[in-house]
C-alpha cells in the first residue's frame, strides 16, 4: 500500500456551513436594509455604510497585525459589525464619525478581549454607546427626513424622529402643569402617531431614523432568511419584540392596557435591535432557556428606558446590558441533561 | 409521526449498498485474531505456535466474567501470537492463523438445539460462542443477559436503526435472515423474562420494517417500529426514550428502566451459536465510500486484514485517503490497511482526498447549534473550552461523561471544533484521576 492515510479523531463528515458562511450569511441578510437606507436617506447613507464597515476592517487588520496574530478579516465579522454601527448612526452625521466609532468598537469591544468569539459585548453597540456619549449632538440631532415622506412619518410635526415625538407626547400627558390646549395638541398628535398612515411608513422605513433601522419590510426579509438558514432562531426575537409589545401595551398609555404596542413595535431600533444585534451569537445565551430570558431582558430594558427613561429609544443600551448577564444566564438554564433526575 | 428522541442531525445518508447482497468473500490466506476484541478483559492464549485448529476452535479462554473466548476462523495453523496492529489504534497480542484453506469446521454434528434450554444454558453457550455486541461496542452479550438480582427487565429492543451514514450490514441482515433474528429476539425475551419485545428500523429502509413487520404479524409481543430517520437514532439510550419513553438515568444503565437493546447482528449471532452451535467467527461488514471499486455487504472471517476485504471488494482507488473502521460519525480512522476485521468491525468506509476534510478550528462563536443537537442535551461548547483550559472538574460538573461521543456537536459546529476528541482526552483525564485517588486510599 503506496498511499499515505489520514488520521483525524471523528466525526469524519462535517456539515457544511462554517464562521465564513454564518458571517456572509449575515452580511446579505442586511442588504436590503443597507439598500432601503440608501433609497431612503440618499447617497449619505451609503458613504456612511462604507466609511464604517472599511475602517472596522482596516482597524481589525491592523489590531492584529500589531499583536502578531493572524489577520482574519475575511471571516466577515468585521464587516457585519461596520455595516451594523452604520446603521445605527442617523443619516447626518460627518463623515469621520462612522471611522471613528468602528475604530473604537474594534480596538477596545473585540480585539483586546482576544478577537472574534471572546469579545463579551456587541462590538457595533459598544462603537454606538462610545459615540452617542462623546458627540451627543451629532447623535441626536442630525435626523434627516426620507426623501419621499417626512421625519417623525406625520405631517404635523417635522422636527422628530416618530420616537422623539411619542416621547415629547409623554412629557406633556404626565406634566400636571400644562394647559388643554397643550393636552388636546398632545393627543392629536399621538392619534397621527398611532393611525394607519403612520404605521405604514413605519413599516415601510419612510420615516426618519438610524440608517439601518426604518424599514421593517426590509429588515424582516433579511431576518427571514436568517431564520430559515438557521443561523438565527426565533427565541431571543420573539421574546423581545413580544415583551415589549406586552409592556407597552399595559403601561404605554395613560392608565393601564392603553398603549399601543403596534406603534412601538414598528419603531425606533427594536426589529433591528431584535433580529440583528441582540442575536450576535458571541453575545447572547447557548441556551434555549436562556435565550428566552435574555429576550424578554432586553424587552424590559428597551420598554422602561422608551417609556420612563431620559432618551426616547433603548434598544442599544438594553442589549448592551443584558450582554453582561450572558454568562450568569448560561449558568443557570443549562438543559436538563436525558436522564437527569431533578434535585440530583 | 415516525418515534424519534430530541435533538441529533440528519447527515447524507450515503447508503450506496442498501441493495446489495450479503456476499461470502474468497477467505484470506491468514487470520490475525487479536485476543482483545471486546469490551472487558482480553482473553488468554489456549493454543501454542505451530498447532492446528479448525474452524470454530476455542484458541483463546475468557478471563473473568466481563470477557468472552475467542475462536479460529479458519482451519490450519497457529503461526504467532504476538502484537500486532489493532484497529483501536495500539498494537495488540493476537494470534496469527495461517489458513489450510479446506475450510474445516470442528465437529457440530453431535450438537442439540439450545434454543429451548434453561436461561442458564442459554448465557453460558453465548458466552462459549464468543458472541459480543455487533453494533461497534462490543460489550459481551451474555453480561447483557445476566441482570444483577432485583432488576427485572420487560422490553428488549432490537436495534436496527443502522442511523451512521454508509453502514447497510444491519439493513441487509434483516432482508436476508428475518426469521433467524427474531428467532433469536424471542431467545433474549425469554431468558430475561421479558413480556415485550420491539424491533426499532429508522425509516429510510421501508423494505426492512415490511419484511419484519411481516414476519411478527401474529406476534402480540412483538413490535416492529419504524423510527425517525435521524442521527444517533441507534444510540441506546436515544433508541430506548423513542421506543419506550423511558429515560435511562445519567451514569446509569438501560437495565435501570427495565430495557435491553441488542443490534439485529447480535441476535443473529445469539441464533446461530444456539440452534447450529457456531461461535461468532464472521460478521457483515460494509465496504463503501468513494475511494473503493465495489461497495458492498461482505460476509467477513474475523481476522481478515482490511487489505484484503478491500481487495476483495474490487481494490482502493489510487486517491484513498482515510480508510474508517465503523460508520463516519463514530468511526476510527486507520493508519494501515494491515489491521484485521475484528468482532465490532461494522463497517469499512474509504474516502478518497476531496471527502477527507482537515479543518482548522476557529474560534467557539456561542451558535449554540451544539446545545440545540446534542442527544444527550448537554453544553459541548463549555464542556469542550473546560477541557481546553484544563478545567476538568467544571467539565465533569456540566456532564463530560454523559457524553457518549456521537459526534453530533463536531459535525454541526461552523467553528469545525473537535469536541469528540477534547471529550476524549477530559474523561481519560477524569479516570487517570480516580485511579489516582484510589491508589492514595488503598
Given at each position: 500500500?503506496?498511499a499515505k492515510l489520514?488520521?483525524?479523531p471523528?466525526?469524519?463528515?462535517r456539515?457544511?456551513?462554517?464562521?465564513?458562511?454564518?458571517?456572509?450569511?449575515?452580511?446579505?441578510a442586511?442588504?436590503?436594509s443597507?439598500?432601503?437606507?440608501v433609497?431612503f436617506?440618499?447617497?449619505?447613507a451609503?458613504?456612511i455604510?462604507v466609511?464604517?464597515s472599511l475602517?472596522a476592517?482596516?482597524t481589525?487588520?491592523?489590531?492584529?497585525k500589531?499583536?502578531?496574530?493572524?489577520v482574519?478579516?475575511?471571516?466577515?465579522?468585521?464587516?457585519?459589525?461596520?455595516?451594523?454601527?452604520?446603521?445605527?448612526?442617523p443619516?447626518g452625521?460627518?463623515?469621520w464619525?462612522p471611522?471613528?466609532?468602528?475604530?473604537?468598537?474594534?480596538?477596545?469591544?473585540k480585539?483586546?478581549?482576544g478577537?472574534?468569539?471572546?469579545?463579551p459585548?456587541?462590538p457595533?453597540?459598544?462603537?454606538?454607546?462610545?459615540?452617542?456619549?462623546s458627540?451627543?449632538?451629532?447623535m441626536?440631532?442630525t435626523?434627516?427626513?426620507?426623501?419621499?415622506?417626512?421625519l417623525?412619518?406625520?405631517?404635523?410635526?417635522t422636527?422628530a424622529?416618530?420616537?422623539?415625538?411619542?416621547?415629547y407626547?409623554?412629557?406633556?400627558?404626565d406634566?400636571p402643569?400644562?394647559?388643554p390646549d397643550?393636552i388636546?395638541r398632545a393627543?392629536s398628535y399621538?392619534?397621527?402617531?398611532?393611525s394607519s398612515?403612520s404605521?405604514k411608513?413605519?413599516?415601510?422605513g419612510?420615516?426618519?431614523g438610524c440608517?439601518?433601522?426604518?424599514?421593517?419590510i426590509?429588515?424582516?426579509?433579511?431576518a427571514?432568511?436568517?431564520l430559515?438558514?438557521?443561523?438565527?432562531?426565533w427565541?431571543i426575537p420573539l421574546?423581545y419584540?413580544?415583551t415589549?409589545?406586552?409592556?407597552?401595551?399595559?403601561?404605554g398609555?395613560?392608565?393601564?392596557?392603553?398603549?399601543?404596542?403596534?406603534f412601538?413595535?414598528?419603531?425606533?431600533?427594536l426589529?433591528?435591535?431584535?433580529?440583528?444585534?441582540?442575536?450576535?451569537?458571541?453575545t447572547s445565551p447557548?441556551?434555549?432557556?436562556?435565550?428566552?430570558?435574555?429576550?424578554?431582558?432586553?424587552?424590559?430594558?428597551?420598554?422602561?428606558?422608551?417609556?420612563?427613561?431620559?432618551?426616547p429609544e433603548?434598544?442599544?443600551?438594553?442589549i448592551?446590558i443584558?450582554n453582561i448577564?450572558?454568562p450568569?444566564?448560561?449558568?443557570?438554564?443549562?438543559?436538563?441533561?436525558?436522564?437527569?433526575v431533578?434535585?440530583s | 409521526?415516525?418515534?424519534t428522541?430530541?435533538?441529533?442531525v440528519?447527515?447524507p445518508?450515503?447508503k450506496?449498498?442498501?441493495?446489495?447482497?450479503i456476499?461470502?468473500?474468497?477467505?484470506p490466506?491468514r487470520?490475525?485474531?487479536?485476543?482483545?476484541?471486546h469490551t472487558?478483559?482480553?482473553?488468554?492464549?489456549t493454543v501454542k505456535?505451530?498447532?492446528?485448529?479448525?474452524?470454530?476452535s476455542?484458541?483463546?479462554?475468557a478471563?473473568?466474567?466481563?470477557?468472552?473466548p475467542?475462536?479460529?476462523s479458519?482451519?490450519?495453523?497457529v503461526?504467532?501470537i504476538?502484537?500486532?496492529?489493532?484497529p483501536l489504534?495500539?498494537?495488540?497480542?493476537a494470534?496469527e492463523?495461517?489458513?489450510?484453506s479446506?475450510d474445516e469446521?470442528?465437529d457440530?454434528?453431535h450438537?442439540?438445539?439450545?434454543?429451548?434450554?434453561?436461561?442458564?444454558?442459554?448465557?453460558?453457550?453465548?458466552?462459549?460462542?464468543?458472541?459480543?455486541g455487533l453494533?461497534?461496542?462490543a460489550?459481551?452479550?451474555?453480561?447483557?443477559?445476566s441482570?444483577?438480582?432485583?432488576?427485572?427487565?420487560?422490553t428488549?429492543?432490537?436495534?436496527g436503526?443502522?442511523?451512521e451514514?454508509y453502514?447497510?450490514g444491519d439493513?441487509r441482515?434483516?432482508?436476508?435472515?428475518?426469521?433467524?433474528?427474531?428467532?433469536?429476539?424471542r431467545v433474549?425475551?425469554?431468558?430475561?423474562?421479558?413480556?415485550r419485545?420491539?424491533?426499532?428500523i429508522?425509516r429510510?429502509k421501508?423494505d426492512a420494517?415490511d419484511?419484519m413487520s411481516?414476519?411478527?404479524?401474529?406476534e402480540?409481543?412483538?413490535?416492529?417500529?419504524?423510527l425517525?430517520?435521524?442521527?444517533?437514532?441507534?444510540?441506546?439510550?436515544?433508541?430506548?426514550?423513542?421506543l419506550t419513553?423511558?429515560?435511562?438515568?445519567?451514569g446509569g444503565?438501560p437495565?435501570?428502566?427495565?430495557?435491553?437493546?441488542q443490534?439485529?447482528?447480535?441476535?443473529?449471532?445469539?441464533?446461530?451459536?444456539l440452534?447450529?452451535?457456531k461461535?461468532?467467527i464472521?460478521r457483515?461488514?460494509?465496504?463503501s465510500?468513494?475511494?473503493?471499486k465495489?461497495?458492498?455487504?461482505?460476509?467477513?472471517?474475523?481476522?481478515?486484514?482490511?487489505s484484503?476485504?478491500?481487495?476483495?471488494?474490487?481494490?482502493?482507488d489510487?486517491?484513498?485517503?482515510k480508510i474508517?473502521m465503523?460508520?463516519?460519525?463514530?468511526g476510527?480512522?486507520?493508519?494501515?490497511d494491515q489491521?484485521p476485521?475484528?468482532?465490532?468491525?461494522?463497517?469499512?468506509?474509504?474516502?478518497?482526498?476531496?471527502?477527507?476534510r482537515?479543518d482548522?478550528?476557529?474560534?467557539?462563536?456561542?451558535?449554540?447549534?451544539?446545545?440545540d443537537?446534542?442527544?444527550?442535551r448537554?453544553?459541548?461548547?463549555?464542556?469542550?473550552r473546560f477541557?481546553?483550559?484544563?478545567r476538568i472538574?467544571e467539565?465533569?460538573?456540566?456532564g463530560?461523561?454523559?457524553?457518549?461521543?456521537?459526534g453530533?456537536?463536531?459535525?454541526?459546529?461552523?467553528?469545525?471544533?473537535?469536541?469528540v476528541?477534547?471529550f476524549?482526552?477530559?474523561?481519560?483525564?477524569?479516570?487517570q484521576?480516580?485511579?489516582?485517588?484510589?491508589?492514595?486510599?488503598?
Amino acid at each position: 500500500m503506496s498511499a499515505k492515510l489520514t488520521v483525524t479523531p471523528s466525526p469524519h463528515i462535517r456539515d457544511d456551513l462554517d464562521i465564513k458562511k454564518v458571517m456572509y450569511a449575515v452580511v446579505l441578510a442586511l442588504i436590503p436594509s443597507a439598500i432601503g437606507g440608501v433609497y431612503f436617506f440618499g447617497l449619505r447613507a451609503l458613504v456612511i455604510i462604507v466609511a464604517a464597515s472599511l475602517a472596522a476592517i482596516a482597524t481589525e487588520a491592523v489590531c492584529q497585525k500589531a499583536i502578531r496574530r493572524p489577520v482574519t478579516i475575511s471571516d466577515g465579522s468585521a464587516l457585519i459589525t461596520g455595516i451594523l454601527l452604520a446603521f445605527n448612526l442617523p443619516p447626518g452625521v460627518p463623515y469621520w464619525l462612522p471611522v471613528v466609532g468602528s475604530v473604537f468598537a474594534i480596538a477596545v469591544a473585540k480585539i483586546p478581549f482576544g478577537g472574534l468569539g471572546y469579545n463579551p459585548l456587541n462590538p457595533a453597540l459598544v462603537g454606538r454607546a462610545f459615540l452617542l456619549a462623546s458627540w451627543p449632538v451629532y447623535m441626536t440631532t442630525t435626523w434627516t427626513a426620507p426623501s419621499r415622506g417626512s421625519l417623525s412619518g406625520i405631517s404635523a410635526i417635522t422636527t422628530a424622529t416618530p420616537l422623539g415625538v411619542f416621547k415629547y407626547v409623554r412629557h406633556i400627558l404626565d406634566n400636571p402643569s400644562v394647559g388643554p390646549d397643550e393636552i388636546s395638541r398632545a393627543n392629536s398628535y399621538l392619534a397621527q402617531l398611532y393611525s394607519s398612515a403612520s404605521l405604514k411608513n413605519l413599516f415601510l422605513g419612510n420615516v426618519g431614523g438610524c440608517i439601518g433601522e426604518t424599514s421593517v419590510i426590509l429588515l424582516l426579509i433579511g431576518a427571514a432568511y436568517l431564520l430559515i438558514k438557521g443561523i438565527i432562531c426565533w427565541r431571543i426575537p420573539l421574546s423581545y419584540i413580544g415583551t415589549v409589545a406586552l409592556l407597552t401595551w399595559i403601561l404605554g398609555g395613560q392608565g393601564l392596557f392603553h398603549g399601543y404596542p403596534l406603534f412601538h413595535v414598528l419603531s425606533g431600533g427594536l426589529v433591528l435591535g431584535a433580529f440583528f444585534m441582540a442575536t450576535d451569537m458571541v453575545t447572547s445565551p447557548v441556551t434555549p432557556k436562556g435565550k428566552i430570558i435574555f429576550g424578554v431582558g432586553c424587552g424590559i430594558l428597551t420598554s422602561v428606558i422608551r417609556l420612563y427613561g431620559g432618551y426616547p429609544e433603548g434598544v442599544s443600551y438594553s442589549i448592551l446590558i443584558m450582554n453582561i448577564t450572558v454568562p450568569l444566564i448560561d449558568r443557570y438554564t443549562r438543559p436538563r441533561k436525558l436522564g437527569e433526575v431533578k434535585g440530583s | 409521526m415516525a418515534k424519534t428522541f430530541r435533538g441529533g442531525v440528519h447527515p447524507p445518508e450515503a447508503k450506496l449498498t442498501a441493495s446489495k447482497p450479503i456476499e461470502t468473500i474468497a477467505q484470506p490466506d491468514r487470520v490475525i485474531i487479536p485476543l482483545s476484541q471486546h469490551t472487558g478483559a482480553p482473553s488468554k492464549p489456549t493454543v501454542k505456535v505451530g498447532e492446528e485448529v479448525l474452524i470454530g476452535s476455542k484458541i483463546g479462554e475468557a478471563e473473568g466474567f466481563i470477557s468472552v473466548p475467542t475462536h479460529s476462523s479458519v482451519s490450519g495453523k497457529v503461526k504467532a501470537i504476538a502484537n500486532y496492529p489493532h484497529p483501536l489504534g495500539r498494537p495488540m497480542p493476537a494470534i496469527e492463523i495461517e489458513n489450510d484453506s479446506r475450510d474445516e469446521w470442528i465437529d457440530l454434528s453431535h450438537w442439540t438445539d439450545l434454543t429451548n434450554s434453561s436461561p442458564d444454558e442459554i448465557r453460558r453457550a453465548v458466552r462459549e460462542a464468543g458472541i459480543v455486541g455487533l453494533g461497534g461496542a462490543a460489550f459481551p452479550t451474555h453480561v447483557k443477559l445476566s441482570p444483577p438480582e432485583g432488576k427485572t427487565i420487560d422490553t428488549v429492543i432490537l436495534n436496527g436503526a443502522e442511523c451512521e451514514p454508509y453502514l447497510t450490514g444491519d439493513h441487509r441482515l434483516m432482508l436476508e435472515h428475518p426469521d433467524e433474528i427474531i428467532e433469536g429476539l424471542r431467545v433474549i425475551m425469554k431468558v430475561l423474562g421479558a413480556a415485550r419485545g420491539y424491533i426499532g428500523i429508522e425509516r429510510n429502509k421501508p423494505d426492512a420494517i415490511d419484511k419484519m413487520s411481516e414476519k411478527v404479524e401474529d406476534e402480540e409481543s412483538i413490535e416492529v417500529v419504524g423510527l425517525k430517520v435521524k442521527y444517533p437514532q441507534g444510540a441506546e439510550k436515544q433508541l430506548i426514550k423513542a421506543l419506550t419513553g423511558r429515560e435511562v438515568p445519567c451514569g446509569g444503565l438501560p437495565m435501570d428502566v427495565g430495557c435491553l437493546v441488542q443490534n439485529v447482528g447480535t441476535s443473529y449471532a445469539i441464533w446461530q451459536a444456539l440452534k447450529l452451535g457456531k461461535p461468532l467467527i464472521e460478521r457483515v461488514v460494509t465496504v463503501s465510500g468513494s475511494a473503493v471499486k465495489s461497495p458492498g455487504n461482505y460476509m467477513v472471517r474475523i481476522g481478515t486484514t482490511f487489505s484484503h476485504v478491500i481487495e476483495q471488494a474490487g481494490g482502493m482507488d489510487e486517491g484513498c485517503s482515510k480508510i474508517i473502521m465503523g460508520g463516519p460519525m463514530m468511526g476510527i480512522a486507520q493508519h494501515t490497511d494491515q489491521v484485521p476485521v475484528v468482532k465490532g468491525t461494522s463497517g469499512m468506509i474509504l474516502l478518497s482526498a476531496q471527502d477527507v476534510r482537515i479543518d482548522e478550528p476557529g474560534p467557539c462563536l456561542r451558535c449554540g447549534k451544539c446545545v440545540d443537537h446534542c442527544p444527550m442535551r448537554l453544553v459541548p461548547n463549555e464542556i469542550a473550552r473546560f477541557v481546553e483550559k484544563g478545567r476538568i472538574a467544571e467539565a465533569e460538573a456540566y456532564g463530560i461523561l454523559d457524553c457518549m461521543e456521537c459526534g453530533v456537536c463536531a459535525y454541526v459546529c461552523p467553528s469545525k471544533i473537535n469536541h469528540v476528541h477534547l471529550f476524549k482526552i477530559g474523561k481519560a483525564e477524569i479516570a487517570q484521576r480516580r485511579r489516582k485517588e484510589a491508589g492514595k486510599e488503598g
